[in-house]
């Protein structure tokens, strides 16, 4: 829960009451989230195993020994999935930029999106092979890449973007 922490939660529902910090994420609505929690010292291995059982109700879970992480996970997990929305609109407005119909290239984006996801979800393989396997040299994709990849691609702007997510975690939790 972005902004609310331990403390707060220790102070709203009384000292040495066990609490638990989690941050889902929307794919939670289809039993796809992914939920990373901290639990304070007073929770013991019977409410952290209830505490696992209702979160994982949602999708996987993670536990952080430090409360700290939150705010990074906030950033990363619980907005990201605004970041991969945002990818499926802006993939959906450069196929019509390049002169698809609006219908097809938002359907086909949408797809694109969510098949990716499911074949990295499934495969054993992690997202740098699977992006490289589809890759190939001197191809369409591989000319593509080197714009995402390039020293204003993706990866600045998404680290730029996580880390003033990050800041404002920290800001909403005071």
Request: proline residues 5%; aromatic residues 2%.
């Amino acid at each position: 829960m972005a902004g609310r922490t331990l403390a707060f939660l220790e102070a709203t529902l009384g000292a040495g009451i066990a609490a638990v910090r989690a941050m889902p994420n929307t794919p939670a609505a289809i039993g796809r989230g992914m939920t990373v929690a901290v639990a304070n010292s007073a929770v013991t291995a019977d409410g952290r195993a209830l505490a696992q059982a209702l979160l994982a109700a949602t999708g996987k879970v993670d536990w952080v020994a430090e409360e700290g992480l939150i705010d990074a996970v906030t950033a990363v997990s619980g907005s990201g999935p605004a970041y991969v929305f945002l990818m499926a609109e802006s993939l959906a407005r450069a196929g019509i930029a390049a002169g698809l119909p609006a219908d097809l290239a938002h359907r086909i984006a949408r797809e694109t999106v969510a098949g990716a996801g499911e074949l990295l979800h499934r495969s054993p393989l992690d997202a740098a092979t699977l992006r490289k396997n589809v890759t190939s040299p001197g191809g369409t994709t591989a000319a593509a890449l080197d714009v995402l990849m390039g020293p204003d691609g993706l990866d600045p702007l998404l680290e730029k973007a996580v880390a003033a997510a990050t800041r404002r975690s920290r800001e909403l939790a005071g």
